[in-house]
């Protein structure tokens, strides 16, 4: 008798996670991810579906084209350019996420110049200021229970 409750408890538990895991591999966008230009940063809003029980952490990343105006000691002003990769992602609790779907908007963050070289200016003896971010690509990606669902190139 024992062994059989084992066996049916056992089934059950598989069966479970297996809809589980079933339920999170359709995960897909209900809308077009609208992607904004926000000069230094970019934000993608969307709404996603089939997800299953759990947090989801959604990223945002992509190549950039950092524009910058370097000034050197002497006060003379001149174009800098470099690239760039920009990240930006967002934590979503499990409680917000309402039959297994969510809206959600996330943004990278803006682009900081450690140095005036990395920044595109001719040394570090230069000032660097941004001025605008040009973005090349942006993948978003969804991950929940440590597995990415959802992966999609937005731009």
Sequence with gaps: MK???RFILTTLVIVTLGSISAFANNVHLIRDVDVTDGGTFAQACSKVAGLGNGDIIITLVGSATIRS?????AGNIAPGQANKVVTGSIRIR???IKN????FCVRTADPACQTARSCGCPNNNWDATIVDVE???LVLTVEQGGSIVLQVTVL
């Excluded at 105006?69 to 000691?73: A, G, I, L, R, S």
């Design 135 to 137: 973005f090349n690509s």
């Design 94 to 96: 499990a409680a917000e």
């Design 3 to 5: 062994n059989t409750i």
């Design 69 to 73: 105006t370097c000034v050197n000691p």
């Design 100 to 103: 297994g779907s969510v809206a």
